[in-house]
């Protein structure tokens, strides 16, 4: 059984927001090889109070509002806080679903005491930006030999690939500095990238299908995979945004599947210094055979109708 610390900027339920964060949420929770004992919420696709409250209310739809939420960090390390275009729309759900507290504290301390109080046992599923996960290692490197696995949804490996008008990856993108230092860690790492996520992806006949389930969560969430869908046709005229991609859910299956990923050894870095290519990963995929050593394995490909069909039933029933 792995007991789970998922670390996330859900937007799942603010308009014009990404939605894959909660659907991985609601896989963690239903995964019956899964344990989740702590949801840390970050700066990411939405400002961190924001994804606070729509965790807590999420935790709530799904009738386990015992999980604890603790607030995590409201900037990335360095850079200035991305702006969201739904930045001035969220201000009403915040205030609508206002209900619970989050449990006291930050994320990194709580990161840092659940690992160290477990050592060899937590692994934290990091489906946002790094800031975080980072601030928790540099709290006490000790994390990092503590942990038994950090797996991250984040960056592109296989081949250059970007959704938005960034280079690279989001989650990587929007915080660059904390990835290299996670990366730099020394903790047993596993990195899910764009590239394979994007295989992953449900369509509008999967978000009908969710609907006629009937079911809470179900429903809800294919009403919000049809908005996603609309909402990125409005935003990016003339791309073809037909689905909505599952990049966290993956993250959140291998955790107990690995198998349904392609792993291979390799020596990750991330650009730092460059405006221009500003968060983008760097592979050496030879590392397990030259110097210098790898830090990380990378996800290189999946198996999209395994993984499908196994996460579509696990969402219709909840
Ligand atoms: C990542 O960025 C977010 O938009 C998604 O939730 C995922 O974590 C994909 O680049
Ligand atoms: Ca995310």
């Not at 960090?73 to 850079?79: D, E, Q, V």
């Not at 679903?97 to 692994?123: D, K, N």
């Amino acid at each position: 059984n792995r007991r789970i610390i998922l670390d996330t900027d859900i937007a799942m339920g603010a308009p014009g927001s990404d939605i894959d964060d909660g659907f991985a949420l609601a896989l963690a929770i239903d995964l019956s090889d899964q344990s989740l004992e702590l949801v840390t919420t970050v700066n990411g696709n939405i400002d961190v109070d924001t994804s606070t409250v729509l965790a807590l209310n999420l935790l709530d739809r799904l009738g386990r509002p015992e999980i604890p939420v603790v607030r995590g960090a409201r900037t990335p390390l360095r850079r200035p806080v991305h702006e969201h275009p739904a930045r001035d729309r969220v201000a009403g759900v915040r205030a609508e679903l206002a209900g619970r507290a989050p449990a006291p504290g930050r994320a990194p301390t709580a990161i840092m005491e659940h690992v160290l109080a477990c050592p060899g046992e937590i692994t934290i599923v990091a489906i946002g930006p790094l800031t975080n996960v980072a601030i928790a290692l540099a709290l006490e490197p000790a994390v990092a030999t503590a942990v038994k696995e950090i797996i991250v949804m984040g960056g592109a490996f296989m081949r250059t690939t970007s959704l938005l008008s960034m280079p690279g990856e989001f989650n990587i993108w929007v915080d660059p500095e904390a990835a290299s230092i996670v990366l730099g860690s020394g903790a047993p790492l596993r990195f899910i990238g764009l590239d394979v996520t994007l295989q992953v992806a449900l369509g509008r006949a999967d978000a009908d299908r969710l609907i006629a389930t009937g079911r809470p969560f179900a429903e809800y969430a294919g009403r919000c995979a049809h908005g996603w869908i609309d909402y990125l046709r409005e935003a990016y005229p003339g791309q073809e945004f037909l689905t909505a991609p599952m990049h966290d859910p993956l993250a959140v299956a291998v955790a107990s599947r690995p198998h349904l990923v392609t792993w291979r050894p390799a020596r990750v870095e991330v650009e730092v210094c460059s405006d221009i290519t500003r968060g983008v990963t760097v592979a050496d995929l030879l590392a397990s055979r030259h110097p210098p050593e790898p830090n990380c394995l990378v996800a290189t490909d999946v198996d999209s109708p395994a993984f499908i069909d196994f996460f579509l039933n696990h969402v219709y029933s909840l």
